[in-house]
């Protein structure tokens, strides 16, 4: 009997495992970095003897940790990128598999080929798709015709793995999620869409400031209240962003003119001049109070340099675990 494909196109797709990724991811990432210092200690140790068991052992960790070796992963991208295509091709090949870069314009698909018709012929190819895209419609085209797993790597309507990602970050630095306060200042673009509903997945009270005609989509605002009515979440929406970090355990922000809205920076540089997080809104939500940014950040824009470079910063270590929560995302669904 043939099995439906599991993609990952939002964070809906995650509703009955959110947690549990997070807890995996976070598992995965401490044996790499055990491994890691496990290797630097075998180096150290060049030319010495090692017992035939103690390589043993070593060989059967290293082909643990590769539970992807022979698999390919496709990647296309139809936006630029810097986290998101290195994140997903070292962990690729941390763990084990390749990972293929794909441009549309160096495709049959820049010259007419439906995305439907690319789908089936990479599915042919590739254990996985990941597409970094401009419309959420095209990246629901895709998964339709595809018979192996989709991942959204951004498009204009939500970006889970980079919420899958800040949610790890926020539980290693804070130990748990559960009743904590995310607070989010700015524009309601694709990544405000997805971290309110993976907060309210998570049972994280998520509160939204932003100026009128800049909201998170109304029908995202309805899943997450459905999500938080099953975890005890609040999720809020206002104008004001002093109210919105009031009390927050966490401050976060992104970009105020996406990519594909250049035409439109002007306008909105003096639309979300008041969102700025600065110090003086950092000391709202409360001295313990991290930031958060998904990067690339404009200095002097949605942040200042004094809050970024802050130790209340922790926008390296949300770079840093797309990778970890990515390839737990990968071994899920390629291995099913």
């Known amino acids: 009997m043939a099995t439906m494909t599991r993609h990952l196109l939002g964070m809906a797709d995650l509703a009955d495992r959110l947690d549990g990724t997070i ?18 200690s075998r180096a150290g140790m060049a030319g ?28 296309i991208f139809e936006k630029p990128s810097t986290r998101t295509r290195l ?47 401009f419309e959420h419609k095209v990246m629901l085209e895709l998964a339709g015709a595809s018979t192996v797993p989709v991942i959204n790597a951004l498009d204009d309507k939500e970006h889970p793995c980079q919420i899958v990602a800040d949610l790890m970050t926020v539980k290693e630095h804070l130990g748990t999620l559960k009743g904590r306060r995310m607070a989010y200042v700015g524009d309601g673009n694709n990544v405000a869409n997805s971290l309110a509903l993976g907060c309210a997945l998570v ?22 209240a459905r999500f938080a009515r099953g975890t005890g979440a609040k999720v809020e929406t206002g104008r004001d962003p002093m109210w919105a970090v009031e009390g927050a355990d966490v401050v976060y922000t992104d970009v105020w003119t996406s ?78």
């Open 48 to 75: 010495k003897a090692v017992k035939a068991d103690t390589a043993g052992k070593a060989d059967t960790a290293v082909k643990a940790a590769r539970p992807l070796d022979g698999r390919a992963l496709g990647m």
């Open 259 to 336: 990519m594909g809205q250049e035409a439109e920076e002007a306008a909105r540089k003096a639309i979300f001049e008041p969102y700025q997080v600065s110090a003086r809104l950092m000391a709202a939500a409360g001295a313990k109070a991290l930031f958060m940014h998904c990067l690339p950040a404009h200095r002097g824009l949605e942040v200042t340099d004094e809050v970024i470079d802050s130790r209340a910063s922790i926008v390296f270590d949300q770079a840093e675990n797309r990778m970890h929560a990515q390839k737990q995302i990968l071994v899920d669904l390629i291995l099913g």
């Open 87 to 133: 994140s997903f091709e070292v962990g690729m090949f941390q763990l084990g598999g390749h990972a293929l870069f794909l441009s549309p314009k160096d495709m049959q698909l820049g010259r007419g080929e439906t995305v439907a018709d690319t789908a089936r012929v990479l599915s042919r190819y590739v254990d996985a798709i990941m597409y970094r895209a």
């Open 23 to 40: 807890d995996s991811a976070m598992a995965m990432k401490e044996a790499w970095m055990a491994g890691r210092a496990s290797s630097a």
């Open 203 to 224: 049972g994280m009270h998520f509160r939204i400031g932003a100026p009128v005609g800049h909201e998170i989509d109304a029908d995202v605002m309805d899943a997450a």
